[in-house]
């Protein structure tokens, strides 16, 4: 998928000429600020990330106790009832 970024042009020449030091495509570069920004938020970058993060908070949540929660439609029926 191809979109279009606008940048002025003393940065896009500073992006150039650190794409040229470290040998790599204006593209990798690219990949690699919107993987940082991503992660930095917590936005799962592809499905491995997703799947660790799962893992991650189901183990958060049986260490607090947390169990399994039950709905509000589930806990008012319970009352009702005598």
Not at 14 to 38: H, N, V
Not at 42 to 69: F, Q, Y
Request: hydrophobic share 40%.
């Amino acid at each position: 998928m191809r979109k279009l970024i606008a940048f002025d042009d003393d940065s896009f020449d500073k992006l150039k000429q650190l794409a040229r030091d470290r040998m790599a495509t204006f593209q990798e570069l690219a990949d690699e600020a919107f993987a940082d920004l991503l992660r930095k938020h917590g936005i799962p970058i592809d499905l491995k990330d997703a799947l660790r993060k799962s893992v991650r908070l189901a183990a958060d949540t049986a260490e607090k106790g947390g169990g399994r929660k039950t709905s509000l439609k589930d806990r008012t029926s319970r009352k009702a009832k005598p």
